[in-house]
């Protein structure tokens, strides 16, 4: 079992930056690879971003690629998500996830956080 605890979201102006971590609990979190994902109101949950295990290799949806970064901390135990150049359609739930693929689909993950609320003011 794996328990993730997303945090590091809250209200930044257009333009803005912000870092999120999720921290994750148990012996084996570092074995997985891990997704940062997102839902908007009134959306669909939709993928942003995913590390492997080592954290060499990176995913990004296009339309976070060049103003998002994933990265990991595995001695931490923690995956970040870094957004920078915000935009109000980037406000939504953020939501940390793990799977045993490097993938940008969500029925391959397998544990999830609770999410934590990221709003882009304009």
């Known amino acids: 079992q794996v328990q993730l605890v997303e945090s590091g979201g809250g209200l930044v102006q257009d333009g803005g930056s912000l870092r999120l971590a999720c921290a994750a609990s148990g012996r ?3 074995s997985y690879h891990m997704g940062w994902f997102r839902q908007a109101p009134g959306k669909e949950r939709e993928f942003v971003a995913a590390i492997n295990s080592s954290g060499r290799t990176t995913y ?10 994933i990265s990991r901390d595995n001695a931490k135990n923690t995956v970040y998500l870094q957004m920078n150049s915000l935009k109000p359609e ?3 739930v953020y939501y940390c996830a ?4 490097l993938t940008n ?3 391959e993950y397998d544990y999830w956080g ?3 609320q990221v709003t882009v003011s304009s």
């Open 60 to 69: 990004y949806a296009n339309s976070v690629k060049g103003h998002f970064t």
């Open 105 to 107: 689909r969500q029925d």
């Open 98 to 101: 793990t799977s045993g693929r």
């Open 114 to 116: 609770q999410g934590t």
């Open 28 to 30: 084996t979190a570092s």
């Open 90 to 92: 980037d406000t939504a």
